[in-house]
T-cell receptor, first 114, second 114 residues
Framework: ETGVTQSPTHLIKTRGQQVTLRCSSQ?????VSWYQQALGQGPQFIFQ???????GRGNFPPRFSGLQFPNYSSELNVNALELDDSALYLC?????????????FGAGSRLTVL | AQSVSQHNHHVILSEAASLELGCNYS??????LFWYVQYPGQHLQLLLK??????LVKGIKGFEAEFIKSKFSFNLRKPSVQWSDTAEYFC????????????FGAGTRLAVHP
């Protein structure tokens, strides 16, 4: 089975720009979650998508948005980038949306905002 | 608010030493508990999980963890560490019955010297 793949692996943007990060979920998984991991911290939950709908959101502003497609892949979009958005963005997929499902993580997309 | 606290940010051990990493969580309801590990250059991966039943759970590579409900703790242990256990370890919790929003601790970076 294929794991979770993310692209791009690294990118550099300037303040005010917009970025789109992409994620392909593991085969057989229908739920995708996104996490932000700042340097020296644990991952922080951004949101979860299930059946193409956002069904849970963490403490992130509306300029963080996402999509899930019929093949369960997903995008994370961040508008009006700020310096503090510099972080590793992790995508995770799971068999279902419930908390008893183990997350499979991708390698992440490292975003640097200058 | 839900939170996870990991007591040690950096731990240095010699091979064959015993390991215990502390994890305490704050949450008013019933939880699922996880330990994830990130080896150098690799994805976050599940080490072990507790949903219900026997509070002593065993994971991969000889790791185990004990859930003590009265102390809101889920400490990770290994009797004898190896150089290959060098990694960052994250404790995480989510609400049982809820959607899959994991709350992570800040992580503990373990270095094992030969």
């Amino acid at each position: 089975e294929t794991g979770v793949t993310q692209s791009p692996t690294h990118l550099i943007k300037t303040r005010g720009q917009q970025v789109t990060l992409r994620c392909s979920s593991q085969s057989g998984h229908n739920t995708v979650s996104w996490y932000q991991q700042a340097l020296g911290q644990g991952p922080q939950f951004i949101f979860q998508y299930y059946r193409e709908e956002e069904n849970g959101r963490g403490n992130f502003p509306p300029r963080f948005s996402g999509l899930q497609f019929p093949n369960y892949s997903s995008e994370l979009n961040v508008n009006a980038l700020e310096l503090d958005d510099s972080a590793l963005y992790l995508c995770a997929s799971s068999f279902d949306q419930a908390g008893a499902n183990v997350l499979t993580f991708g390698a992440g997309s490292r975003l640097t905002v200058l | 608010a839900q939170s996870v606290s990991q007591h040690n940010h950096h731990v240095i051990l010699s091979e064959a030493a015993s390991l215990e990493l502390g994890c305490n969580y704050s949450y008013g309801g019933t939880v699922n508990l996880f330990w994830y590990v990130q080896y150098p250059g690799q994805h976050l991966q599940l080490l072990l999980k507790y949903f219900s039943g026997d509070p002593l759970v065993k994971g991969i590579k000889g790791f185990e963890a004990e859930f003590i409900k009265s102390k809101f703790s889920f400490n990770l242990r290994k009797p004898s560490v190896q150089w290959s256990d060098t990694a960052e370890y994250f404790c995480a919790v989510n609400a049982r019955g809820g959607y899959n929003k994991l709350i992570f601790g800040a992580g503990t970076r373990l270095a094992v010297h030969p």
